[in-house]
């Protein structure tokens, strides 16, 4: 089977454009001829950080889910906003939802979320060297902060207790299942 390319698209159609995402659905023709169609999520990326207030610990957040109705621990993260860089993103994230605020910052993977149907790239990075100062929630968050070992953590994992992929993701990065 021949590979897509941009070129093939014969045909585009917005069906949402919102705040968080855009929808659209593509047309596309191969070299035999045969249609096919996209459905296309649009998303400006996101960032998320693996904070270590010491080498052994992490922190993780506590919060209600909307799309899947559940209280999730997750590694902090959000949305970048267009045209910010993901490092800046990662930094007011990571004040805005636990109040750390930290020093040292390495990236540690750049990793498509969704790539059948969604173009978000998620940065993650390792902060480390933190400070506490003071949580900023947006006006439609509430967030729980949590600070735990990382062998904690990775047993929540184990136990199905965190199902986040990015958490889990980020938490294979830090080594918490060694």
């Known amino acids: 089977m021949a590979l897509f390319t941009r070129e093939h698209t014969f045909r585009s159609d917005r069906i949402h454009e919102g705040h968080i995402i855009n929808l659209r659905v593509d047309y596309l023709r191969n070299p035999e001829g045969r249609e096919v169609i996209r459905e296309l999520v649009e998303h400006n990326g996101g960032v998320t950080v693996c904070c270590k207030p010491d080498k052994n610990s992490v922190v993780l957040i506590k919060q ?90 990775w047993q929540l994992v184990l136990d199905g207790k965190i199902r986040d992929a990015k958490t889990v993701a980020g938490l294979g990065l830090l080594g918490a299942g060694k």
């Open 64 to 153: 209600y889910r909307y799309s899947v109705d559940e209280l999730l621990y997750e590694l902090p993260a959000g949305r970048i906003e267009k045209g910010e860089e993901p490092i800046l993103a990662a930094k007011r994230e990571l004040t805005e939802e636990t109040g750390y605020s930290a020093n040292k910052w390495r990236e540690l993977v750049r990793v498509y979320t969704a790539p059948g149907f969604c173009n978000e790239m998620l940065y993650m990075y390792e902060a480390t060297d933190v400070i506490l100062t003071e949580q900023s929630l947006d006006d439609d968050e509430e967030a729980e902060v949590i600070v735990m070992s990382l062998a904690d953590a």
